[in-house]
Every structure is written in structure tokens, then in C-alpha cells.
């Protein structure tokens, strides 16, 4: 069974760090592209932090997150420094591959952030 599972969300004030852990079960973990993404209230999902062949942040996010991965531990990190309140979001993991032209896309079920004093 192919399984994402997110956690280390949570409440924590500005300025502060959070790391994320994204878990992953039932497949190849070293072969997928994983990014993690964010969405706050209202608004779209948007990409953070992609770690594949190297490492890419989104522009919001550069010289506060890294996205360090595991592939002992099946398991990508995103850590989170100098949080600010409008990093506020629920955060997903996401795992993609392309075999034979076959997408392979699994999602986890999100850890809620909250930055506020």
C-alpha cells in the first residue's frame, strides 16, 4: 500500500523552526521527485520546496527552508527556519514519477502549520 504520511506540524511563534517529516511506504522511494507543498486558507496550493536530482525553492521560501531527504528512511524533511506568519498553511508532501509515459503521483494528507505570536 503506498502510504505518504506527513508530521511535525504545529503551532510555533515567528522566528521560529519547525521540521517537517514526510514518511513514505509501498514504493521505490529513491526514484520519485519529492515536493512539498503548502496552501493557506483561501488561497492555492502552491509548491514550496522540490528535491530531485538537486534541491529547488520557491523564491518566498529561499535562505529559510531546505528540504534534506533520507533515502535510508524513506523519508524528506522540510526544515523551516525564520518562520513568519504568512508561511501559515497546511503542508504537503508529494512523490512524482514518469515510467513509459505512466504518471505515478501520490500525495500525503497534509500537517497544519500555524505561525503566531
Known amino acids: 500500500q503506498v502510504q505518504l504520511v506527513e508530521s511535525g506540524g504545529g503551532l510555533v511563534q515567528p522566528g521560529g523552526s519547525l521540521r517537517l517529516s514526510c514518511a513514505a511506504s509501498g514504493f521505490t522511494f529513491s526514484n520519485y521527485l519529492i515536493t512539498w507543498y503548502r496552501q493557506a486558507p483561501g488561497k492555492e496550493r502552491e509548491w514550496v520546496a522540490i528535491n530531485g536530482a538537486g534541491t529547488t525553492y520557491a523564491e518566498f521560501v529561499k535562505g529559510r527552508f531546505t528540504i534534506p531527504r533520507d533515502n535510508d528512511k524513506n523519508t524528506v524533511y522540510l526544515q523551516m527556519n525564520s518562520l513568519k506568519p504568512e508561511d501559515t498553511a497546511v503542508y504537503y508532501c508529494?512523490?512524482?514519477?514518469?515510467?513509459?509515459?505512466?504518471?505515478?503521483?501520490?500525495w500525503g494528507q497534509g500537517t497544519q502549520v500555524t505561525v503566531s505570536s
Open positions: 508529494n512523490a512524482f514519477r514518469v515510467v513509459s509515459g505512466r504518471q505515478y503521483d501520490y
